[in-house]
């Protein structure tokens, strides 16, 4: 079984940064991407970030596109989101996902097999 431990949540104004961390353990780790997800209070779960695991391609959700970053540690399994400047309208619950396969769209959260537990982000205003 893998487990994702997200971390790096909290609060912070508009226009600051925050940065997530998300870290996989387990017997055994072999995902093809791991990517983020966020969901607002009375909104459906929304795609935000996706990197492949072993040639690091990246894929982003236009609202965040230029503002935010993912990036991977292949040797801790540690995958990052490097949030800046950012919105009242990004305040969600951050969750961390892993795909064992190579799926598509990336973007759709039934292709990821593993979730983390959720870290909250507020940004105020």
């Known amino acids: 079984q893998v487990q994702l431990v997200e971390s790096g949540g909290g609060m912070v104004q508009a226009g600051g940064s925050l940065r997530l961390s998300c870290a996989a353990s387990g017997r055994t780790f072999g995902a093809y991407a791991m990517g983020w997800f966020r969901q607002a209070p009375g909104k459906e779960r929304a795609f935000v970030s996706t990197?492949?695991?072993?040639?690091?391609?990246?894929y982003y959700e236009d609202s965040v596109k230029g503002r935010f970053t993912i990036s991977r540690d292949n040797a801790k399994k540690t995958v990052y989101l490097q949030m800046n400047s950012l919105k009242p309208e990004d305040t969600a619950v951050y969750y961390c996902?892993?795909?064992?396969?190579?799926?598509?769209?990336?973007?759709?959260?039934?292709?990821?097999?593993?979730w983390g537990q959720g870290t909250q982000v507020t940004v105020s205003s």
């Open positions: 990197i492949t695991w072993s040639v690091g391609i990246t």
């Open positions: 996902a892993a795909m064992k396969k190579s799926s598509w769209p990336v973007s759709q959260p039934y292709y990821y097999d593993y």
